[in-house]
Every structure is written in structure tokens, then in C-alpha cells.
């Protein structure tokens, strides 16, 4: 029952929307050399970190063993005070939020009122230990009073292993799709589904994206907001380390993905493990893990992040040839195409 509401208060609050006009991509710089955010991390696993709207907040998960930690990997936030601040103490979100079993892999709606999470704690699909994705609700987005946690149901999560949560939502036309990695019957190690809301406020099954898979492992992904650029974590062949970040981009909704996402280049990649990648809502900052050292070597997992910074069209090479001849055809009376 009280799945059921929290299912149905996320559909209402995603109602189909009259369409619009074509988006098209815009344009970023390149990453710039990551940073260790120094203070998230500890001397154990911490890695999964995503940012609210305003960057003010980070969820991740975390296993240090904390005297408020509840079970082995725990979620976990920080706060700050603007976006160049440092980030204040991190807290367990605690009980029921965590459990005594794998709590990870946070990721808000866009509204942040729910939170999607992998666990492994009873009560799933599956047996106890494959894990399940769960979400949970609050009512004040600057709260952290979330509800207790509700499996997302056996038509998304199967017997097998349902892992990192991917919420997007589609600027057109407000469609709710989760996006998650599977290892069901089917599947090539972990390949990449997608699950859209139904009408009656539940996931439909998961729908296999071959655009983002392979023949390797391929988990969390993350769609930027316009839907125009997505990020897998991939450890499939010809990449740079053990797991690497892989990019896709299209120049608007309507197009289809690519075939085969592109590696994302070094410094972003290195030999080591990289993934779980997480974009800020304007796409300028990417937080990910991160298992390299100061030494070069590879380590326990840590949270790091690369910025770019937007392009104006406008300022473009292309841009000022674009108004140039827009100007001239107008002087001239005729009309840019």
C-alpha cells in the first residue's frame, strides 16, 4: 500500500505535457583536470555522489565505519554553504534509510522530493543479496525527514540484480523514465535498461538500451537534463583503465543515440577505476569515482569532480559567420535560411 502512494505521488507529479519544438545541443569546453573533493573523502570506499539543483547538497554512499554507520555501504550527505565553499561534515541519513545490508547509489528526481537507491535488504524480488532498487519520499526538499523505503515492485526489479538508479525526464513531453543496470537472463555481465512510468503510476518492465551496452559491464549511467548527452560506466573494451566513463551525445531528441558511446579522454579517464559519473543540473561539473592516488597507483575509491565551461553559440567561429551573413542578407533584403 504504501508503495502504491509513493508511486502515485511521483506520476502526479509528472504529467504529460503539450510538445515543443526541437531541442538542440548545446556546446561545452573541455574537462578540466579532476579534484579530489578532500573533504567527503576518508581512507575507506566513498564513491556514488550526486548534487541537487542548487549544489548545495551531496548524497553518496560511503562505508567507513562510522559510529552512526548502520550497515556496510551506508548513504550518506554533506551540506555547503554556496558552490565555492567546501563541503561541511558528512552525515549518515541513518535508519530506515540505511539498513543492516548494501545501501548505494543515490540518485533525486528532478522535483528532489524522491530518492531512487540500490539495496540489498529483504524484502525484494529477489533473493536476499542480489538487490533490489528502492526509493524513498519527502515532502520538503530541504528536509532530509525522507519516508521509510518502498521496493519499486517485481515488474522493474526481477530475481536478479537491479543496481544504479538513473532518473530522467523528458523536456518535451515530461515522460519519467528510470534508467538502470541488470543482470537478468539476457543480459552480457550488467547491460543497461530503461523503465518508463505507466499510467497507472508504476515502472513498466525494463526495455534493454543496446546503445549503452556491451559485452562487458555497464551500470550506472547519467542523462544530462535537456537529453542531449549521457554518461556510462563501462569496463567494455578499449578503454583507458579497469572502469572507465563512456560519453554519447545527440543533436536532438529526436535522434537516436549512437551505436557506441566515446571513451571520455585523460585527465577524466585514467588507468584506474572511474565511474559512477553524476552532472550538475547546468552541466558544468561532473562528480565521479575515482580509485587513482597521488602515487599513481590504484586504491580504494574516492569522490572527484572536472568542470567545463559552456559555450556561447554566439561567440562561436561559426556564430559570428552565422550574423555576419544573416546581417548582409538583410541589408540586401533577403531572408537567412
Keep these: ?59 553518496f554512499t560511503s562505508d567507513r565505519p562510522d559510529p552512526t554507520s548502520v550497515g556496510r555501504d551506508d548513504l550518506w550527505f554533506a551540506t555547503r554553504e554556496s ?24 540518485m533525486l528526481s528532478y522535483d528532489e522530493h524522491v530518492m531512487f537507491f540500490h539495496s540489498t535488504r529483504p524484502g525484494g524480488c529477489g533473493l536476499t543479496g542480489t538487490g533490489d532498487i528502492w526509493i524513498t519520499r519527502r515532502h520538503n526538499k530541504r528536509s532530509q525527514e525522507w519516508e521509510p523505503p ?66 562487458k559491464r555497464d551500470t550506472r549511467i547519467f ?43 585523460s585527465p577524466v579517464n585514467s588507468t584506474c577505476d572511474d565511474g559512477s559519473p553524476s552532472l550538475s543540473r547546468d552541466g558544468t561539473t561532473l562528480y565521479f569515482f575515482s580509485s587513482r592516488t597521488a602515487g599513481l597507483q590504484c586504491g580504494l575509491r574516492d569522490i572527484w569532480y572536472t568542470t567545463r565551461i559552456k559555450i556561447d553559440p554566439e561567440n562561436t567561429a561559426q556564430g559570428m559567420v552565422a550574423r555576419l551573413w544573416k546581417g548582409m542578407l538583410g541589408r540586401m533584403g533577403g531572408t537567412a535560411q
Design 83 to 106: 558552490v565555492d565553499a567546501p563541503w561541511g561534515p558528512a552525515q549518515n541519513m541513518g535508519e530506515p534509510i540505511n539498513s543492516l545490508f548494501a545501501d548505494s547509489l543515490p
Design 150 to 215: 518502498a521496493n519499486l515492485g517485481c515488474v522493474l526489479n526481477t530475481a536478479s540484480t537491479e543496481i544504479a538508479p538513473a532518473f530522467f525526464e523528458d523536456p518535451e513531453n515530461e515522460h519519467v523514465t528510470l534508467f538502470y543496470g541488470s543482470n537478468r537472463a539476457g543480459s552480457q555481465d550488467f547491460d543497461v535498461y530503461a523503465s518508463a512510468i505507466r499510467e497507472d503510476g508504476y515502472f513498466g518492465p525494463g526495455v534493454l538500451v543496446p546503445e549503452f551496452s556491451s559485452p
Design 223 to 265: 542523462i544530462r537534463k535537456d537529453g542531449l548527452e549521457a554518461f556510462i560506466t563501462s569496463n567494455r573494451d578499449n578503454g583507458q583503465g579497469l572502469i572507465d566513463i563512456w560519453t554519447s551525445t545527440r543533436e536532438t531528441l529526436s535522434d537516436p543515440w549512437p551505436p557506441t558511446p566515446i571513451d571520455v579522454p
Design 1 to 59: 500500500m504504501r508503495r502504491s502512494l509513493i508511486l502515485l505521488c511521483l506520476l502526479a507529479s509528472y504529467t504529460t505535457a503539450p510538445g515543443t519544438s526541437p531541442r538542440t545541443a548545446e556546446t561545452f569546453g573541455d574537462w578540466s583536470a579532476p579534484v579530489n573533493v578532500v573533504s567527503l573523502n576518508t581512507a575507506y570506499n566513498d564513491m556514488y555522489a550526486v548534487l541537487s539543483k542548487d549544489e548545495l547538497t551531496v548524497y
